[in-house]
């Protein structure tokens, strides 16, 4: 799916502050090769819950919950982004650095699917981190946005090792 359908359903569910991050993420996420697909799954099938993906392998999961057209109370007003589940040895490995790290750190998706993974980022064991999703950002910020690009070129590797 192109990547102009996505900016599309951002532009027409997000404002302000929240537009402006999500739309440079996406456009950072096009750069890199990124694949999005909209999700036609039951229980997404009527939100802007987007797969993203690098070489068909899943990268993260962007849901685009604005003011409208679509609107989900289970979700925080803005944009979400949740990584694949990033348990690997490149994560475990990777040589990030400190202050990288104390942000990633606070959006390790700890505790919220019902059960979990210990799993080992950047030399730090967590659990019960979400079978799914690794690391949830909720309306990131600037800085939020700086560390989530970096995640994202971890992940890249991690994949093009995998090939």
């Known amino acids: 799916m192109s990547p102009q359908r996505i900016r599309s359903h951002i ?3 997000l404002t302000g502050e929240a537009a402006k991050n999500a739309l440079d993420f996406v456009a950072y996420l096009e750069g ?3 694949q999005f697909e909209l999700s036609t799954t039951d229980y997404w099938r009527d939100k802007q819950y987007w797969y993203v ?3 068909n392998e899943f990268v993260g999961f962007m849901l685009l919950n604005g003011y409208k057209p679509v609107k989900d109370e289970t979700e925080p007003e803005g944009w979400v982004f949740w990584s694949n589940n990033y ?3 490149t ?3 990777f040589p990030l650095n400190e202050n990288l790290k104390e942000v990633a750190y606070k ?3 700890i505790g919220t699917c019902g059960g ?3 799993v080992n980022l950047f030399g730090q064991v967590f659990t019960p981190v979400c079978n799914g999703t690794t690391f949830r950002f909720d309306n990131p910020n600037s800085e939020e946005i700086v560390v989530l690009k970096k995640l994202i070129d ?3 590797l991690d994949i093009s090792r995998a090939h």
């Open 11 to 13: 532009n027409n569910s």
């Open 32 to 34: 890199q090769g990124m």
């Open 53 to 55: 993906k690098y070489h």
């Open 87 to 89: 348990n690997t040895s």
């Open 91 to 93: 994560f475990s490995d």
């Open 107 to 109: 959006h390790v998706d």
């Open 116 to 118: 979990g993974l210990t």
């Open 154 to 156: 971890i992940r890249k």
